[in-house]
């Protein structure tokens, strides 16, 4: 066999299925291997509540809550999470009712121009179902991974706050 037909042989497959359960909908779509997560919830499934920032994980504004922990969708593979369960900002809110960390970003105005929102609100359901975060520094030790240009710091961890309080410290 030569060099160009071995390479041939073991390059990889031009697609590939992947099945993710989105906001409560199993889909399975058929994606090229190098495709993110990101790529695959804006531009395959129309999910463009999620915004891609720097697309180098620095920024936080891809953050998707993935088997309830939250991930940047930017530098996860899409078929490095087949068979699993993401939640998306549209998936947050149950029967057309806010979900509290919604509720609660807008109650405080923790949003200027909303980029970052979504990341924002994603990270912080996350940040409650791990129960880590009890006090104001804390909670922004563990958000720190997202930010806000707008400087909307202190609004959002009201917010967070708010959510905390009202959900008992669960998602």
Not at 58 to 63: E, F, I, P, S, V
Not at 68 to 97: H, Q
Not at 100 to 126: E, K, M, R, V
Not at 128 to 143: F, N, S, V, W, Y
Request: overall charge neutral.
């Amino acid at each position: 066999m030569s060099d160009v037909s071995r390479s041939a042989a073991m390059a990889a497959p031009a697609t590939i299925n992947v099945t993710l359960e989105v906001n409560g909908r199993s889909c399975t779509l058929t994606i090229a291997p190098w495709t993110t997560l990101l790529d695959a919830l804006r531009d395959r499934l129309g999910l463009t509540g999620t915004k891609k920032g720097c697309d180098q994980g620095q920024c936080g504004a891809c953050t998707v809550l993935v088997d309830g922990r939250r991930i940047n969708s930017c530098l996860t593979l899409a078929v490095m999470k087949d068979g699993a369960k993401v939640t998306t900002i549209e998936g947050l809110e149950t029967d057309g009712t806010l979900h509290p960390l919604q509720q609660a970003f807008i109650d405080h105005d923790a949003f200027q121009c909303g980029y970052c929102t979504p990341g924002q609100i994603c990270s912080a359901a996350g940040l409650i179902a791990e129960g880590k975060a009890k006090t104001p520094d804390q909670i922004r030790e563990l958000m720190s991974g997202n930010i806000c240009r707008c400087g909307a710091y202190p609004n959002i961890l009201a917010a967070i706050q708010q959510a905390m309080t009202a959900m008992g410290g669960k998602s």
